[in-house]
């Protein structure tokens, strides 16, 4: 189960970096459709990676994940401290 997660959570970083990039590049080439269609298809897997990790192992970002009761939120390990 550890493994699954780490993997999922380097899954996350990786799409997220991606993300980020497909950002850049669209600032400086706002018109290239083929690049907003990537963009969008990152998005959209970075937006179901991190449901898939919250649905499994509690929210990822306090932010804009809902709780169930009691908080969860101070559940230990916090996401960014995973040891790999």
Do not use: H
């Amino acid at each position: 189960m550890y493994e699954d997660k780490v993997n999922l959570i380097k899954s996350i970083q990786l799409v997220g970096f991606a993300v980020v990039e497909m950002q850049l590049y669209l600032d400086m080439n706002p018109c290239d459709v083929n690049a907003l269609s990537a963009y969008n298809s990152y998005v959209a897997r970075q937006q179901n990676l991190i449901t898939t990790y919250e649905n499994m192992y509690g929210p990822l970002r306090s932010n804009t994940s809902q709780s169930c009761y009691p908080w969860q939120w101070i559940n230990d390990p916090w996401p960014w401290e995973m040891v790999y």
